[in-house]
Structures are given as structure tokens and as C-alpha cells.
């Protein structure tokens, strides 16, 4: 791994994977996480979202800021708003940090290339609209959106473990690649399912046909 860009940061591991300029809304509630964001606030600082998949923390993860605090209630609890903002690779884990109640550690922040080819994404633009209008999917995106697998990367049916390898790679024409081999993939079984459909609304529809007749 690289060496530079090194920090250490708070952590709110979720089960759930956030990509770069995805924003998020979070409730938070428990003692920890108030403390985090308050920290978070008055340092200026981001703090880190590892996603914790199979009862594990994982290595790769998102760095996150906060962009507003929406509400905040008599209780403590709070809605705030966040946006991640780059990929980073966990160095070290401390449950909790020192005088905290959080976790948190050192991180080594992952260049972000967005060294796609045009064709590539056109590519992938074509077979994604393909899935989206069989399965009646109504999401906006164009080729031309800046790291457009993270903006996809949600909306194509990737599992958990999936969507983590994707925020893994570093270089959105890989990520392009893989995002393509699965959609390539997808496409003859969806269609597949989409045939059978109709053929059981058919199958329905000359049912009710005979039904009448017989009357």
C-alpha cells in the first residue's frame, strides 16, 4: 500500500458500503457516534465508514464528511447529513480510540482514477439501460458523469460482498470491466424472466378466454 496521505480518524462501521460522492443520511443515536460527530464538527475532520460485513470489519472502507446537521433533539440524538469523499485502506483498528468512546485508527487514502475510455463507458451505458428497462428500473445516469460505477454501482443488483469488491479496485476502467462482465451476465437471466412472465400473463389471459367461451 502507499504510504503517504497517512491520518488517523474516528470510525462508524456500518453494514452497508458507501462509494466516493455518494451522499448519506444518518440518524445517530448512541452515545459513541454523538461523541464522534461532535468531534468530527469541531476539528473539522472526516471520519471513516468500514463496512462490517459477515460479523467483520473490513480492511477498505469510505472516508465521509459531514455536510449539515439537520436536527438535533433534546435527547442528544441527531440527523446529519454526510458525503463520502475517497476510498482509504484501514492500517489499524482501535476499539475504542484513546479517551474515546468511538473507534477509529490509521488510514492510507486510495488515489482515485477516473481513467475510463469512452468507449468503455458508452459500453456500459448501453447494457445498463438494457437491464433497467427490463426490469422497468427508472434511474438517470450519463456516460459522461465522473466515476460513473459508483454512480451505478448501488442500482445494478450487486450483493454487499460485491459492492465491497468494487470500492477495492482502484481504477474506474476495472471497475467499468467488472461492472460490465456482471451485467453481461445478468442480462440473458433477466431476460429469461421477463419471457416467462409474459408467457404466464398469456397463459392467464387465454385461460379467462375459454372461461368465458364455456359460458
Not at 451505458?125 to 465522473?146: C, G, Q, R
Not at 437471466?189 to 419471457?195: A, G, H, L, P, T
Not at 392467464?204 to 375459454?210: A, D, L, V
Amino acid at each position: 500500500m502507499p504510504k503517504k496521505n497517512v491520518q488517523r480518524i474516528p470510525f462508524f462501521p456500518l453494514n452497508l458500503i458507501v462509494f466516493p460522492s455518494e451522499p448519506l443520511n444518518l440518524h445517530v443515536f448512541e452515545p459513541r457516534y454523538r461523541q464522534l460527530v461532535k468531534d468530527c464538527l469541531n476539528l473539522n475532520t472526516p471520519f471513516g465508514i468500514p463496512p462490517h460485513i459477515n460479523e467483520r470489519t473490513m480492511s477498505y472502507g469510505t472516508l465521509m464528511e459531514i455536510e449539515a446537521v439537520v436536527n438535533k433533539y433534546p435527547d442528544g440524538r441527531m440527523d446529519i447529513k454526510t458525503k463520502g469523499i475517497q476510498t482509504f485502506y484501514m492500517n489499524s483498528f482501535e476499539n475504542p480510540m484513546e479517551d474515546k468512546l468511538y473507534a477509529g485508527g490509521s488510514v492510507v487514502e486510495i488515489p482515485m482514477n477516473d481513467n475510463a475510455n469512452d468507449a468503455q463507458k458508452w459500453m456500459l451505458v448501453e447494457k445498463v439501460t438494457e437491464l433497467f428497462d427490463l426490469m422497468e428500473v427508472n434511474i438517470s445516469f450519463d456516460a459522461k458523469t465522473p466515476f460513473l460505477s459508483f454512480k451505478l454501482g448501488h442500482h445494478i443488483g450487486l450483493s454487499v460482498g460485491q459492492e465491497y469488491h468494487l470500492l477495492t479496485i482502484p481504477d474506474e476502467y476495472k471497475r467499468i470491466e467488472y461492472m460490465l462482465d456482471y451485467v453481461e451476465r445478468a442480462l440473458p437471466i433477466v431476460r429469461e424472466i421477463e419471457r416467462s412472465k409474459q408467457r404466464i400473463k398469456m397463459n392467464g389471459h387465454f385461460k379467462n378466454i375459454r372461461f368465458r367461451f364455456d359460458e
